[in-house]
């Protein structure tokens, strides 16, 4: 699950401009949802203070790839929808096999507003921490000792693996970041 400070982070990458290349489908494994109200603006230095449900606040710098900035007024409403999955690709790593390049697609919201959906591909090889294969899930170590969990569309994929086997999985996220004008 995300953290309060990486829903901030994402803002300053919202809806920057970049080419889009073709994805493929994936299956969505959780979906997260967070709204936030614009309570300041600072257009000068490109600084927008947030205020989640709990009343706390947190100032976030909007680079120059946020190319609707001028439009956000206080009172905005800025809701973050992110989603986490592990497409279907499990397989056992080639001799060499490394991380592929991310693929990377953006979707800008039509309108005045800031908007729109960004979703990045990565194919990976890590190590198997965790099989649940009832949920499905896994729990991987990647190359940096890092874990992270993940559940899996179909528990078929997780059959002739153990924990401790590298593999290669393919991951998607993808954040939609929507503004809705102050009422």
């Given at each position: 699950m995300l953290t309060r400070m990486s829903w901030i982070v994402v803002l300053s990458a919202l809806v920057f401009a970049a080419p889009a290349l073709a994805q493929k489908p994936v299956s969505i494994a959780e979906?997260?949802?967070?709204?936030?109200?614009i309570e300041a603006?600072?257009?000068?230095?490109?600084i927008v203070t947030l205020k989640d449900k709990d009343g706390l606040l947190e100032e976030v710098w909007?680079?120059?790839?946020?190319?609707?900035?001028?439009?956000?007024?206080?009172?905005?409403?800025?809701?973050?929808?992110?989603?986490?999955?592990?497409?279907?690709?499990?397989?056992?790593p080639s001799?060499?096999?490394a991380a592929k390049p991310a693929g990377a697609a953006v979707t800008r919201?039509?309108?005045?507003?800031?908007g729109g959906t960004i979703a990045q591909q990565m194919t990976v090889v890590v190590t198997l921490a965790a099989i649940?294969?009832?949920?499905?899930?896994?729990?991987?170590t990647n190359d940096r000792g890092q874990k992270m969990s993940?559940?899996?569309?179909?528990?078929?994929n997780l059959e002739g693996y153990k924990v401790g086997d590298q593999v290669e999985i393919t991951y998607t996220q993808a954040l939609a970041v929507s503004v809705t004008p102050a009422k």
């Open positions: 979906a997260i949802t967070e709204s936030f109200t603006i600072d257009h000068s230095a490109r909007c680079g120059p790839e946020v190319q609707r900035f001028d439009a956000l007024k206080v009172g905005d409403k800025v809701t973050f929808r992110y989603h986490e999955s592990l497409v279907s690709a499990i397989r056992r001799a060499g096999a919201a039509p309108g005045g507003k800031p649940d294969a009832k949920t499905p899930a896994v729990t991987i993940f559940k899996v569309q179909n528990a078929k």
